[in-house]
């Protein structure tokens, strides 16, 4: 796969296709997207770069923001967060970095490397840490395959920067940037170790900013051609159709810092068909008729029954017509390694057994 520029078309089906790849959280791209558009527009490049592309000694950070993604909305940033932090750790290291990826694909996070690259004059890579977005730092797959923790930095909108030297391990990392974060008001820019091209080309889930372009691109032209969205989405983007329903009750609390609940659905079809759907600011579990028939990592999306745009959780309400479509997640995350960080055990689910979705 050959490098490529980003322009402002393939950027509208980029956010369309992170935000479902954001199996509900990850926080909306939308103001995301028109920062990244504003730069365009003000003449700057955007260049991705495939895997292949990066020599084995090069240098990648992945950036993102970090907090809670309600905050990010309601919140200005400086716009700068990201940049600032990997500054720091140049600065820190004393290298040059050479390559951005994103931290998770989905959601939000999927536009922060593009607004950093433009401001530091760096490609990104095509791929990303998740496959999909999760709620901490430790699931990414860079961290669960033995990333060092440090040196990290974080940065805020008020120039505010910290830089983590020595930490323990992944979970310390996620713990201090974690507060941190919320005290620099819950939302922040965030930039990792870096790692080194051969390590990247190896544990980074690959081709996900082309992913997310095409399942955006599917659901576009199908809207356009007046073609049923999710037919596209199971047919060209491999998605497969788990339940079309009526939302009937939505329960959410925050806890330890993260939106927690349950979405009750019944279904469009046959009334005596029920779901839920268990969160913690992605869909984690879903249960049909009292049984889990998809549970993280693989992709539990919510979408429009009509449109096929994607539902984050916390704008789901009752009454809503929706679609609950489930995709098979990338191999790395279901090794034994991956599981104990993100399966369904490691979200507090004791009792479900994660059974993969088939490809």
Known sequence: MASRKLDEQQLDDLAVGAAILGTGGGGNPYIGKLRVRELLRQGKDIEIIPLEALGDDDLVVSVGGI??????IEKLERGDECFQALKAIEQETGKTISALIPAEIG????MEPLITAAQAGIPVVDGDGMGRAFPEIQMMTFF?????????????????????????DMYW???????????????????????????IKRYAI????????????CVRLANEENRN???AIQTEAGGQLQFRGKITDVRRELKGGFAVGRVKLESLENPNDLAEIDIQNENLILRCNGTVTVSVPDLIIVLNVDSGEPITTEVLRYGMRVAVMAFPCHRLLRTEAALKVVGPKAFGYADVNYQPLAN
């Open 206 to 217: 690959p081709e996900t900013l082309t992913q997310a372009t095409n399942l955006g691109r």
């Open 173 to 199: 990392l996620e713990r201090f940037a974690r507060t941190i974060a919320v005290d620099m008001g819950a939302a922040a820019g965030f930039a990792d170790p870096p790692m080194r091209g051969d390590f």
């Open 67 to 72: 907090g809670a993604p309600v905050v990010g």
């Open 229 to 231: 969205p999710l037919d």
């Open 107 to 110: 959601g939000s996070n999927s």
């Open 144 to 168: 669960i395959y033995g990333h060092s923790p440090q040196p990290a930095a974080i940065a805020d909108e008020k120039g505010n920067v910290v830089v983590f030297r020595k930490v323990q």
